[in-house]
């Protein structure tokens, strides 16, 4: 299963496109990224099919932080997954303007929370 499409047609969803800016260029190319080059083993997600990813989501009692970019298109998983959390350690930390891979190297706009990340971690750790 190919990696990130190289060019990017101009209909590619929003998201293919940041994916294009990180892995295609020099911000986040490597060799032997997966996304960078020819992508995925065709059977790698297999197992992960048969899984409930939130089924036991409502008996973690560590502390969490989720921390996720507002316009990544995989936000709404954090948000349904923070419905199902339980307890008052928990928080769901939503970077205004943030997509996906900004959180991977901060994109250029200091999205990483560092500041929020090491005060969660004092508090709760």
Partial sequence: MGGVVDPVPDDAPFFIKDYHDYYKTSRGYHERSLNSNDGWNFTAGTALMNTRQYYYAGEIENAVLMVHGEKAHSCYMSRDCFKLLNGGNKELFIIPG?????????????????DKIEDFIRKNI
């Fill in 98 to 114: 943030a997509v996906h891979t900004d959180l991977y190297d901060g994109g250029g706009k200091d999205a990483i929370p560092f």
